[in-house]
């Protein structure tokens, strides 16, 4: 098997979102918008582009606003579906601008330019070297033509991968792309049982700060930090879209542990 790993340069920075209001773009979704669905996504692209406008690059999208994840996803919809369906991979997975591609390696690769021209073959001209020098990949559909999407080959790796080993590292890559992508992105759940919260929150400890398994070696109850700081996240998503009553329990068992 051969596995590649790459990422785009400066994604956010580089990429114009008026992209999703053109015609060429459009004609990849069999999609039709009401004149107020129309209007309002006019409008959002329209306030991303007047953010863009007052910033030094006078491009890209603003970091951290979650609806910049749903643009920066769409623009490389077309290189999805380039991979899955020319080059039928063993495994594809995309997080943003961060992509694995796992195959066989039947073609007999020697080096990274020989699989990168394998895959130009296929990719009906949407990559490319960007000049001569080959010192990156310009991923180009008509749709992104005032936008520069390119993954530079010192971020570009490929690794030949043979017998259990190999499979193992694969699985274990793709278990950690599921983890990343999970965590953030999965809408948060409202336990059952709000005595749950407390025990997400604290642990008991031993003196070495490894967690304990009996009462035995506990000498402290000590707050999961890393637990804190996403369980907080998630009541702040419960404070914006549930009634007050819905969760009080909860919210009282959340003070409590904190306390």
């Known amino acids: ?23 060429e773009f459009n004609r990849l979704f069999d999609l039709e918008l009401t004149d107020e669905e129309a209007k309002l996504h006019r409008l959002f692209i329209t306030a991303i582009q007047a953010w863009a406008d007052k910033t030094p690059l006078r491009k890209g999208l603003p970091v951290g606003l979650p609806a910049s994840a749903v643009v920066a996803n769409m623009a490389l919809i077309e290189l999805d579906r380039l991979m899955e369906k020319q080059v039928a991979p ?7 601008d961060d992509f694995l591609l796992v195959m066989e390696n039947g073609a007999g690769f020697d080096s990274t330019e020989d699989l990168w021209e394998w895959l130009f073959a296929r990719s009906d001209g949407l990559l490319n070297w960007k000049d001569k020098e080959r010192e990156a990949v310009r991923f180009k559909p008509a749709y992104l033509n005032d936008s520069q999407i390119l993954f530079a080959n010192s971020k570009n790796k490929v690794f030949l991968l043979s017998g259990e080993q190999g499979k193992r590292l694969v699985e274990s890559i793709a278990w950690q792309i599921y983890q990343r992508a999970s965590e953030w992105r999965a809408l948060p ?4 049982d709000a005595r749950q919260i407390g025990t997400d ?31 907080l996240r998630d009541f702040e998503a419960y404070e914006r879209d549930l009634p007050p009553e819905i969760w009080q329990a909860h919210r009282h068992a959340f003070f409590r542990a904190f306390i």
């Not at 063993?90 to 943003?96: I, K, P």
Request: glycine share 6%; net charge positive.
């Open 1 to 23: 098997m051969v596995a590649v790993t790459a990422d785009v340069s400066s994604f956010y920075h580089e990429l114009n979102p008026g992209f999703m209001l053109k015609d």
């Open 90 to 96: 063993l495994y594809y997975g995309r997080y943003v």
């Open 189 to 192: 759940n409202l336990p059952a």
């Open 201 to 231: 929150l604290v642990a008991a400890v031993q003196k070495d700060g490894e967690a304990a398994d009996n009462l035995r070696k506990t000498a402290a109850l000590t707050m999961r930090r890393a637990g804190f700081a996403i369980k």
